[in-house]
C-alpha cells in the first residue's frame, strides 16, 4: 500500500463543508461547473458576467450555434444557483425552489436559472420568461444539463420571438369525395411535403410512422377525416409559432453505449376556419399536431472529444387533426 507523501501526513483530508462561511467559495465552485458543463454540453462559448452584469444578477453568458437556424446563434443569460435553499432533486428531475425563482424574474428579458446539485454532481437548468410566478416548479429528468440541452434551449427562446400565433387566417375546406378515394389523394400530397421546418422544434418528418398512427384500424372515421382533411395544409401550419406547446411525454434508456431521450410535444393553433359545402363556416377550432422527438449521444459525453458528430437528433410527426 503506498503511504501518504510526507507533507501531507499532517493534514488529514476531510469531507467540504456547506455552511455559510463557505457560500462564497461553494458558489464560484458552482459557477465553474456551469461554465464548464454548458461549454462541453452545446460546444459553446462562454464569460463571466462582468461588473454591471453581475449587479443584473447575470452570473454567466453563453452563446451557442442555433441548432436548425444557420447562421444563427443563442444567447443565454444565465444566474448559478446551488445549495438546498434554492433547489432539491426529486424522483424524476429537479424542484427548483421559490426563492430562485423569484430572484430570476425580470421584466425585459429571459434568464436561465442552473441549480448546481453538489452532492450528486449535476447541474440542471430551468428557464424563466418575465411572466413566470415565483413560486416553487418541478422540472423533468430532461432538465439536467446535457448534449440534448441545445434543443431544449432553442425552443424555450423561439416562445420569446416575435410573429402570428396560431391558425389564425387559415381556412379549411371539407371534401365530400368518399374517405378511400380522399385517402389516396391525401397521401400522395403527403408523401410530396416530405418536411417542414417549425420555429419551435426544427425540421419535422412526415414519414410512415405519422400515417400509420393516423390511419391505424381502430381508430375512428371522424377522427381519421379530419387528419384528411388537415394534411395538405401542414405545410403552412407548421411553420408558425403554436399557440400552445407541451411536452406530453418524456423518457430515457440507455443501449450499447448511448443515451436515448424520447419525447413527444403537442402543439395547438387555435383560431383554425373549417368549412364545406354542408355546413356553416366553423370557426375558431384548435389544430392539434403531435410528434415525437428523439436525441441520442454519448453516455460518456463529458470525456468525449469529437462529440459533435456523436450527437443525433430526429423528429417526427405522429399525428394532426383538429377538433
Keep these: 500500500m503506498n503511504k501518504i507523501p510526507s507533507l501531507l501526513a499532517s493534514f488529514p483530508l476531510s469531507e467540504p463543508k456547506e455552511g455559510r462561511a463557505q457560500n462564497s467559495i461553494n458558489g464560484g465552485d458552482a459557477e465553474s461547473y456551469a461554465m464548464s458543463k454548458f461549454i462541453l454540453a ?29 447562421g444563427e446563434r443563442m444567447m443565454v443569460l444565465c444566474q448559478v444557483k446551488s445549495g438546498n435553499s434554492y433547489g432539491s432533486l426529486t424522483e424524476n428531475g429537479f424542484e427548483l425552489k421559490s426563492k430562485a425563482k ?100 426544427g425540421e419535422i418528418e412526415l414519414g410512415r410512422v405519422g400515417w400509420r398512427h393516423m390511419f391505424r384500424k381502430g381508430r375512428r372515421k371522424e377522427g381519421k377525416i379530419r387528419s384528411l382533411e388537415i ?19 418524456s423518457s430515457e434508456f440507455k443501449v450499447n453505449g448511448y443515451t436515448y431521450q424520447v419525447r413527444e410535444h403537442l402543439l395547438k393553433f387555435d383560431e383554425l376556419t373549417v368549412s ?32 459533435s458528430q456523436q450527437v443525433k437528433r430526429r423528429i417526427v410527426l405522429k399525428s394532426a387533426y383538429y377538433k
Aim: with cysteine.
Design 42 to 70: 452545446c460546444r459553446g462559448e462562454g464569460h463571466w458576467g462582468s461588473r454591471e452584469e453581475d449587479n443584473s444578477k447575470i452570473d454567466l453568458i453563453f452563446s451557442f450555434e442555433h441548432p436548425w437556424a444557420s
Design 231 to 249: 394534411i395538405p395544409y401542414l405545410h403552412r401550419l407548421l411553420p408558425r409559432w403554436p399557440t400552445t406547446h407541451a411536452i406530453t411525454s
Design 276 to 307: 364545406s359545402k354542408n355546413e356553416e363556416v366553423r370557426e375558431d377550432l384548435c389544430a392539434h399536431v403531435r410528434v415525437r422527438e428523439e436525441i441520442c449521444y454519448p453516455n460518456d459525453w463529458e470525456s468525449v472529444v469529437m462529440l
Design 102 to 201: 423569484a430572484a430570476a424574474i425580470r421584466s425585459s428579458h429571459q434568464i436561465c436559472v442552473v441549480w448546481i446539485d453538489r452532492n450528486e454532481r449535476k447541474a440542471f437548468w430551468a428557464y424563466i420568461h418575465p411572466d413566470s410566478v415565483a413560486r416553487a416548479q418541478k422540472y423533468g429528468a430532461y432538465h439536467e444539463v446535457t448534449p440534448a440541452t441545445k434543443f431544449d434551449l432553442a425552443r424555450c427562446i423561439s416562445m420569446a420571438r416575435s410573429g402570428s400565433k396560431g391558425a389564425k387566417g387559415l381556412h379549411i375546406r371539407r371534401r365530400d369525395t368518399p374517405i378511400a378515394i380522399r385517402r389516396k389523394t391525401v397521401k400522395g400530397r403527403y408523401q410530396d411535403i416530405r418536411t417542414v421546418r417549425s420555429p419551435v422544434l
